[in-house]
């Protein structure tokens, strides 16, 4: 129930918005190019606005966590105060009625919860990229993360998934619970492990859609978790594991297939030990994030997405085998855009991990991926490093579960041997990939290629062109038009020599 001095202060900012909406646990007013949030006077057990000193509290964590990310969104907490005559005004002189969070109005609509469709991939590129530097730069909380905080949200789902058996049926409820239980008891080391490792720090903790923001063309990331540590002093992988399954839950699959390639591509900066490994603990962590909506959405009166998140909270813990996939070719042939393509329809939840050469070469040099390398990062000696890095990633990756697509030119038959040999030690099945057009078709794709990992110049495109890559035994594809084309035309091509070396 409301008080009489909150439905007072709730009265004044609605008479001066031209637009309001309720959550759970706040109240924004929109007025021109300003937002402010007034925290309800609620305890709802996993936050607790219910003094004035706790609503303060978690205003001044809201500012200063989300400022981390969005800057120019969040502005001020700011007094609501008494005039003398009575009424209210924003920083006055007199007694402080509440206090607010002010913050700069931006287009609803271009929220990616709005339009998921607006993901395309140098976008969904960004936004692992942008996810990965957020948890970089994140405060370490060696108390946070590891079994116990998952497990936290766990039990809290069985809880409160129990209580919707009558509706979503008891065998389907009983069946996520023992599920999940079981998979926590497989990777509660593992968590630990992580949590030890660096990989617990605090976190945005709500990363889905809806808290992501599309401005001139990047993903900007608001509105955190501030009101609960356990929730928020978490994995990282279990932040982006909100991402990931939303897109996943949505069709956009590609999408969470990017993000998660990129994410990791930038993370591997950051977390030299344990990245690949802890993508064990990934069908787990997408598993609860879909039983947290489940219940979320039922209690919205959404019972047929509450039915629709059981059953993909359920389809995260059953995933199937990983596999290897490496897609080569000269310069120009599509390699890359045929992997991302063929990525999401491999393996477990979101897809393949794609690991591509360009960019493993960018990292051991520790340059961005869109940075442009000399002369002497190329060669004989960088190469072989390049490629021993990008096999044992994959070789990680396999063992955790996970389908890797390997993206590298693989002109050399003893690369394209080793790559058959990562699958065969890693005891997953392989599938060899080799892409090629004309060469006139690849000169061009060089040519117009810009802000793109490879420094491929059409010098080099000749020297590849001079060289013989021997009989290629891998399914032979014609990629001299879009990649759509070539992925769909892909269905295990007979092994064919090369008809367009230069003698």
């Not at 021109?32 to 305890?43: I, S, Y």
């Not at 009625?97 to 976008?123: I, K, N, T, Y």
């Not at 401005?215 to 594991?241: M, T």
């Not at 038959?413 to 690849?442: I, T």
Request: charged fraction near 25%.
């Amino acid at each position: 129930m409301t008080d009489p001095e909150e439905a007072e202060v709730a009265a004044w900012f609605a008479g001066r918005a031209d637009r309001s909406f309720e959550t759970a646990c706040a109240r924004i007013y929109l007025a021109g190019d300003t937002a402010f949030k007034v925290k309800r006077r609620v305890e709802l057990g996993y936050l607790d606005y219910s003094t004035p000193e706790l609503r303060l509290w978690a205003l001044q964590r809201e500012l200063a966590f989300n400022r981390a990310a969005a800057s120019d969104i969040y502005r001020a907490v700011r007094r609501v105060t008494r005039t003398p005559a009575g009424g209210l005004e924003l920083d006055g002189a007199g007694p402080v009625v509440e206090h607010v969070l002010e913050m700069r109005r931006f287009d609803e609509d271009a929220v990616l919860s709005v339009q998921p469709w607006a993901l395309d991939g140098d976008l969904a590129e960004a936004l692992g990229r942008t996810v990965a530097q957020a948890h970089a730069a994140a405060p370490l909380r060696p108390r946070g993360g590891g079994g116990k905080a998952l497990k936290y949200t766990i039990d809290s789902n069985a809880h409160l998934i129990r209580e919707l058996a009558p509706r979503l049926g008891g065998d389907r409820v009983e069946a996520l619970i023992a599920a999940t239980d079981a998979e926590y008891f497989r990777r509660a080391a593992l968590l630990d492990a992580r949590r030890d490792q660096g990989f617990a720090r605090r976190c945005h903790a709500d990363l889905h859609l809806g808290n992501i923001l599309l401005e001139y063309g990047r993903p900007v990331l608001f509105d955190c978790i501030e009101f609960n540590d356990v929730l928020s002093e978490i994995d990282v992988l279990y932040d982006l594991a909100f991402l990931l399954m939303d897109l996943d839950f949505r069709r956009r699959r590609d999408g969470a297939a990017r993000v998660l390639s990129a994410y990791l591509d930038s993370a591997a900066r950051t977390f030299p030990a344990g990245l690949w490994e802890g993508l064990a603990a990934l069908p787990l962590m997408l598993s609860v994030r879909a039983g947290v909506r489940t219940h979320v959405c039922a209690h919205s009166g959404d019972l047929a997405g509450s039915g629709a998140y059981l059953d993909a909270a359920l389809a995260h813990l059953a995933p199937p085998p990983p596999s290897l996939t490496a897609v080569g070719g000269r310069s120009g042939s599509g390699k890359s855009g045929f992997a991302r393509l063929i990525a999401p329809g491999l393996g477990a939840s979101p897809g393949a991990v794609i690991l591509r050469s360009d960019e493993v070469r960018k990292r051991l040099a520790g340059a961005g991926p869109d940075a442009v390398l000399p002369d002497a990062a190329y060669g004989p000696g960088t190469d072989g490093a390049v490629y021993d890095a990008l096999f044992a990633e994959a070789g990680r990756a396999l063992a955790a579960g996970r389908a890797v697509a390997l993206d590298a030119t693989f002109l050399q038959p003893e690369l394209r041997a080793r790559a058959a040999d990562a699958a065969r030690k890693a005891g997953v099945p392989f599938q060899g990939v080799w892409l090629q057009a004309a060469p006139e078709v690849l000169a061009a794709r060089v040519a117009a290629r810009r802000g793109d990992a490879s420094d491929a110049t059409l010098a080099t495109l000749k020297a590849q062109l001079a060289a013989d890559p021997g009989v290629i035994d891998w399914a032979v594809v014609d990629a001299t038009g879009p990649a759509a084309a070539a992925a769909e035309a892909w269905a295990g091509s007979a092994p064919a020599s090369d008809p367009w070396a230069v003698a």
